[in-house]
C-alpha cells in the first residue's frame, strides 16, 4: 500500500508542482563590446564537458537556464566567425541564482562548420560526498584489473582474502553502473578480477550516500562506472595491451557508438587472458602442533565481457532506453602447497602434507535494463528503471591430501577429495525515482523493489582409486530468497549563506535460508533441515547543513544510519571443506550490522577538502579463526559487541604549469571489542594513516609522464588480523601518435616490488601468521586507436536540441539512483 501511494504521488506531482526559483543568466559581447547575438550557448559539466543544456543569446547577448541541478559547471560559447570562449568552472547549489560574467568573444577568419570539444579530465576529484577516480584518463592503470585499481585507490583497503575496506570500515557495497553486485568475498573479487581497466571510465566512491541510495553498505558505495561513448555520428575505438611479469597476459577490445539526434545505439566487447601467481604463507600454532605451509597460487583466467545499448529520443523531454551486459569468465587455479606439521613441545616433524590440487570452472553473468527518462524545463524529473540480472557459478575442484614421513621419501596415508559447487543467483528489482522543484528547493520521492533468489549445491566426494564416492555427511545444498522493498523522501533547498539537505528512506526486509543434508544420527544418516525466516523494517535517516556563506570557504555537516546484511553464503550452516585443516562455517544468528556515521567537511577554494568523521557500528561483522576437533580450524563470520572508528581525510590537488600533483591523506583510528567467552575475547584497536599520491608531467610533444603510489602503515583485517604497513609506486609514460587518434602508454606498477603483506591473528587459543604476494610487479604495453567522428556540429544541435538529450542519454542506466 505505500509503495502504490508514492507512485501515484509522484504520477500526480508530475503534473501539479511548481517551479522553483533556480536560474542561471550571463552576457556574450562582440569584439567591440557590443551585444552579440545568435550566440550558441551550453551549459557544461566540469567533470567530462557533456551538456546540460543549450540556448541562444537574444538581440541583448543575453541568456539564461532554469531548471538547472546542483553541481560543478562551466559556459560554454561558440558563433560563426568567432573563437569559442569558456567561462571559468562555477558551482551551482539547487535553486540558487547565478550572473555569470560577460564574455568577450574575438573574430576568426574562415568558417566554422563544427567545433570539437577537448578537456582534460582530472585523475581524481574530491567532492564533499564522495571521491572520483577517473581511471579513462590515467598512465598507470592500463593492464590492471578492477581489483587491482580499489587496492591502489585513496581510503581502500583490501585484505590477504581480497576482502574490501573504506576508511577502516569493511562494510563497502560495490555496484556496476549503478547496479549492485550481489556477490561477497572470493566470489565478488573473482568478478572484478575479470573487468579491466580498458573498460572503467570511473569509480566513484561514495561515502556518505543520501536517502535516494540503498541503506546497505555502512562504509559506503563503490560505484564502477564502464566506458559509455556519448558523441554524436558513427565513431569507436579498438584497444590492445601486453603486460608480463613472471606470466604474460593479453587483452584487447572493440567498441562503437552511433548517435544522431533521435537514436543512440553503442556496445562494446574485451577479450582479457589472465595468468598470475600468487605465493601464501600461513604458520599456525594450535595447542601443541605447528603448520607451517607454503603456497603458489596460480589463476588462469579467460573472460568476454560485453555491453549494448539502445536509446531513443522520443522527443527532447522523453528517453527510452535497453542495455544488455555480462561476461563469461573461464579459469583454472592450479595449486602447489607444502605443509611441515610439527610437535611443538619436542620440536620434531612428524609428518608432511603435499596438497597439489586443482580448480576449474566458469563464472558467467548477464544483466537486461530497461528505462525510461523524463524531464521538462520547470525542473521535474522522472526515472523508470527495471533490472533482470543472472550469475552462473561453477566450480570443480581435485584435493588431493598425500602425508609423508618427516623425510618426505615415503607415503605414509592419503585423503583425496573432488568437490563439485555450482551456484545459481538471480535478481530481479524495479524502482523509480522523481523529483520536482519546490518551495525554492529540490524534493525527491522515489520507491524500489529487488527479489534475489540463491542456490548452491556443496558436492563432495572421495577419490578412491579412479571411482568417486559421495561423502553424505560432507555435502549440502542451501536455497535462499531475499526480497527487499524501499521508499525515500529526500528535500533539499539553498538558502542565503546555507543549504539544508534531509531524507529517510524506509526498507523492509524479507529473507529466508533452508540448508538441506545429512548428520550422522543413533540410527545411521538422518535427513536434515536448517533455515531461518526473517522479516523486519528499518529506518534510515540522513541530513546535510552547508554553510556557504564565503565563496573561498565551505562546510557541511552530515549525518546518516545505514546497514549491513549479511552475505547469504555466511548464513549457511554448512561446514565446507577448504583444504584437510581449515574448514568455511555459516552462522544462521548471523545478524545485520548498523552504522550510525556523522562527518564535517571543510572545502577551501574548491581544492583543498578536509572530512573528519565518526562511526558508531554495532553488531560489527567480523571473520573469526576458532577450533575445532583440536588441530583443525574453521572459519566464520560473528557479530562483534561494537566498532568505533573515528577517520581524518584530507585531500588537494596542486597544478604549477607542466606539472600536477593530487595528493590524498586518509587517518582513522578503530576500537574493536567483543566477548565471546574465555579464551575468545576480542580488544583490538588501531590507529593507520594511507597516503595516496598521483602526479602528472606533460613533457610536450604529446608525450605524458606519470607517478602514483600509496602506503598504508599497520592496520587490522576483518577485527583481528594485525597488519605490517604495504606500499608501491607505479610510474608510466604515454604519447599521442597518429595525428592524435593514437595513445600508447608504457606502464611498470609496483617498481620496487613492495607490495607484500604480512598479518597476525592470536584467538581462541590459536596464533596464526599469514604473508604473501601478488605477481604485483608488471611490464604493461596499452595501445588505443579511436576513429570515426569526435565533432559535436553545432548546426545539427541548434536545429534539434539533441544536446539537452545527452544529458538524459547520460543518465540511463547509469544512475545510482536506487
Do not use: C
Not at 571559468?88 to 576568426?108: D, N, R, V, W, Y
Not at 522527443?315 to 551486459?325: A, P, S, V
Amino acid at each position: 500500500m505505500l509503495m502504490r501511494n508514492v507512485i501515484l504521488l509522484s504520477i500526480v506531482s508530475l503534473f501539479s508542482f511548481s517551479a522553483g526559483a533556480q536560474h542561471l543568466a550571463g552576457t556574450i559581447l562582440d569584439d567591440q563590446q557590443s551585444p552579440l547575438s545568435g550566440a550558441s550557448v551550453a551549459v557544461r559539466r566540469s567533470t567530462d564537458s557533456s551538456v546540460v543544456k543549450y540556448t541562444l543569446t537574444d538581440a541583448k547577448g543575453t541568456y539564461g537556464f532554469d531548471g538547472i541541478a546542483g553541481g560543478n559547471y562551466f559556459v560554454f560559447v561558440s558563433h560563426i566567425g568567432y573563437a569559442d570562449r569558456h567561462s571559468a568552472t562555477f558551482t551551482l547549489t539547487a535553486g540558487a541564482s547565478i550572473e555569470i560574467p560577460a564574455l568577450l568573444m574575438s573574430k576568426t577568419t574562415g568558417t566554422l562548420a563544427a567545433v570539437t570539444v577537448s578537456t582534460r579530465k582530472p585523475p581524481i576529484e574530491v567532492r564533499p560526498d564522495k571521491t572520483i577516480l577517473n581511471v579513462e584518463g590515467t598512465i598507470n592503470s592500463v593492464g590492471e584489473n578492477a581489483l587491482d585499481l580499489l587496492r591502489k585507490s585513496p581510503g581502500v583497503m583490501v585484505d590477504k582474502d581480497d576482502n574490501i575496506s573504506l576508511s577502516g570500515k569493511n562494510g563497502v557495497k560495490v555496484y556496476i553502473d549503478g547496479r549492485q553486485v550481489p556477490l561477497n568475498g572470493t566470489d565478488l573479487s573473482d568478478y572484478l578480477k575479470t573487468l579491466q581497466s580498458s573498460q572503467i571510465e570511473s569509480i566513484e566512491l561514495i561515502t556518505n550516500p543520501s536517502a535516494r541510495y540503498d541503506a546497505e553498505g555502512n562504509a559506503g558505495i563503490i560505484n564502477i562506472r564502464l566506458k559509455k561513448n556519448r558523441s554524436f555520428g558513427n565513431n569507436g575505438s579498438v584497444t590492445g595491451g601486453y603486460s608480463i611479469g613472471v606470466h604474460s597476459n593479453y587483452n584487447g577490445g572493440l567498441s562503437f557508438n552511433h548517435r544522431d539526434a533521435h537514436i543512440n545505439w553503442y556496445g562494446n566487447y574485451d577479450y582479457n587472458n589472465t595468468n598470475r601467481a600468487t605465493h601464501l604463507n600461513l604458520y599456525r600454532q594450535q595447542l601443541d602442533t605447528l603448520f607451517d605451509q607454503h603456497s603458489v597460487i596460480t589463476q588462469k583466467t579467460q573472460s568476454h565481457t560485453f555491453k549494448t545499448g539502445f536509446d531513443y529520443f522520443a522527443d527532447k523531454y522523453n528517453t527510452f532506453g535497453i542495455m544488455l551486459d555480462g561476461s563469461l569468465s573461464d579459469f583454472t587455479v592450479p595449486t602447489t602447497s607444502r605443509t611441515v606439521i610439527s610437535y611443538m613441545p619436542t620440536g620434531d616433524t612428524s609428518r608432511i602434507l603435499q596438497a597439489d590440487n586443482s580448480s576449474s570452472g566458469h563464472r558467467n553473468n548477464g544483466n537486461l535494463n530497461l528505462n525510461f527518462h523524463h524531464t521538462d524545463t520547470l525542473g521535474r524529473d522522472l526515472s523508470i528503471d527495471g533490472n533482470y540480472g543472472i550469475y552462473r557459478i561453477r566450480s570443480n575442484q581435485l584435493q588431493p591430501n598425500l602425508y609423508f614421513d618427516p623425510s618426505g621419501a615415503y607415503l605414509l596415508y592419503s585423503d583425496i577429495y573432488n568437490i563439485l559447487a555450482p551456484t545459481d543467483i538471480d535478481i530481479f528489482s524495479f524502482k523509480t525515482d522523481y523529483e520536482q522543484n519546490l518551495k525554492k528547493g529540490k524534493l525527491g520521492l522515489g520507491l524500489k523493489t529487488s527479489y534475489v533468489t540463491s542456490s548452491n549445491d556443496y558436492q563432495q566426494y572421495d577419490v578412491i582409486a579412479n571411482s568417486k564416492l559421495k561423502d553424505t555427511l560432507g555435502s549440502s545444498s542451501f536455497n535462499y530468497k531475499e526480497n527487499i522493498n524501499a521508499v525515500y523522501a529526500n528535500y533539499s533547498r539553498p538558502f542565503k549563506g546555507w543549504a539544508l539537505q534531509a531524507g529517510l528512506r524506509v526498507e523492509n526486509t524479507n529473507a529466508k535460508g533452508i540448508s538441506n543434508g545429512y548428520r550422522q544420527g543413533a540410527d545411521g544418516y538422518q535427513v536434515y533441515d536448517s533455515g531461518f525466516d526473517r522479516h523486519y523494517v528499518d529506518f534510515f535517516p540522513s541530513a546535510s547543513l552547508t554553510w556557504n556563506k564565503n565563496a573561498a570557504q565551505q562546510w557541511t555537516l552530515a549525518y546518516s544510519r545505514r546497514i549491513d546484511r549479511p552475505a547469504y553464503q555466511d548464513l549457511n550452516p554448512f561446514e565446507f571443506r577448504l583444504d584437510e585443516y581449515t574448514y568455511q562455517k555459516g552462522n544462521t544468528d548471523l545478524r545485520p550490522q548498523y552504522t550510525n556515521s556523522i562527518g564535517l567537511t571543510y572545502v577551501y577554494k574548491t581544492r583543498l577538502v578536509t572530512t573528519l568523521n565518526y562511526s558508531h557500528v554495532k553488531d560489527v561483522f567480523t571473520q573469526l579463526v576458532d577450533t575445532t576437533d583440536k588441530s583443525k580450524a574453521f572459519l566464520t563470520k560473528q557479530n562483534l559487541a561494537t566498532q568505533d572508528i573515528a577517520s581524518l581525510n584530507i585531500s588537494y590537488p596542486l597544478q604549477i604549469g607542466w606539472f600536477s600533483l593530487f595528493t590524498n591523506v586518509n587517518s582513522y583510528y578503530s576500537l574493536y571489542n567483543a566477548n565471546f567467552g574465555p579464551g575468545r575475547t576480542v580488544d583490538v584497536h588501531v590507529f593507520a594513516v594511507n597516503v595516496f599520491a598521483q602526479s602528472g608531467i606533460r613533457l610536450g610533444k604529446g608525450w605524458t609522464g606519470e607517478l602514483s603510489g600509496f602506503y598504508t602503515t599497520p592496520s587490522v583485517w576483518q577485527g583481528t588480523f594485525k597488519t605490517r604497513s604495504i606500499g608501491s609506486l607505479d610510474a608510466g609514460f604515454q604519447k599521442s601518435v597518429l595525428q592524435k587518434k593514437g595513445t600508447i602508454k608504457v606502464s611498470v606498477s609496483d617498481v620496487f616490488n613492495t607490495l607484500h603483506w604480512t598479518s597476525v591473528s592470536d584467538f581462541a587459543g590459536q596464533y596464526l601468521r599469514a604473508s604473501g604476494n601478488q605477481e604485483s610487479r608488471q611490464l604493461k604495453i596499452y595501445f588505443t586507436y579511436k576513429f570515426g567522428n569526435a565533432q559535436v556540429k553545432t548546426a545539427r544541435v541548434r536545429k534539434t536540441g539533441a544536446d539537452e538529450e545527452s544529458k538524459r542519454v547520460g543518465s540511463q542506466g547509469g544512475g545510482l539512483s536506487n
